[in-house]
């Protein structure tokens, strides 16, 4: 059963832009942190960015936030991550995330362990 379901994906030209989105369609409790997160061929997985749902603070994962931005559209249950000027590096299955545990009860980070509800995935993919 999908809870998050993750779309946006595709692939573009080296400095081209998606718009990724991740909608909660079956999530039986209300989140406090969505993030997002990507995994490229033989890599590991890493995180691009988190936020808290409450009040939408951001956290991005270093040297992401200068071409990548976290959103959300409350009313439509839905988190968004804004990507531009995307590189060949930036191709990866980039997959959202929820959970309801706030890093030192403060805010959301986008590690792994923190989360416990995944979407399917989108894949970006970015041609030179």
């Known amino acids: 059963q999908v809870h998050l379901l993750n779309s946006g994906g595709g692939s573009v030209q080296d400095g081209g832009s998606l718009k990724l989105t991740c909608v909660d369609v079956?999530?039986?409790?209300?989140?406090?942190?969505v993030a997002w997160f990507r995994q490229a061929p033989g890599k590991e997985r890493e995180g691009v960015a988190a936020?808290?749902?409450?009040?939408?603070?951001?956290k991005y994962v270093a040297s992401m936030s200068d071409r990548f931005t976290i959103s959300q559209d409350s009313s439509k249950n839905t988190v968004i991550l804004q990507m531009v000027n995307l590189k060949p590096e930036d191709t990866a299955r980039y997959t959202c995330?929820?959970?309801?545990?706030?890093?030192?009860?403060?805010?959301?980070?986008?590690?792994?362990?923190?989360?416990?509800?995944w979407g399917q995935g989108t894949q970006v993919t970015v041609s030179s």
């Open positions: 936020i808290r749902t409450a009040d939408g603070h951001t």
């Open positions: 079956g999530l039986i409790y209300t989140p406090k942190c």
């Open positions: 995330a929820a959970g309801s545990t706030l890093y030192n009860d403060d805010y959301c980070i986008a590690s792994p362990n923190f989360y416990d509800t």
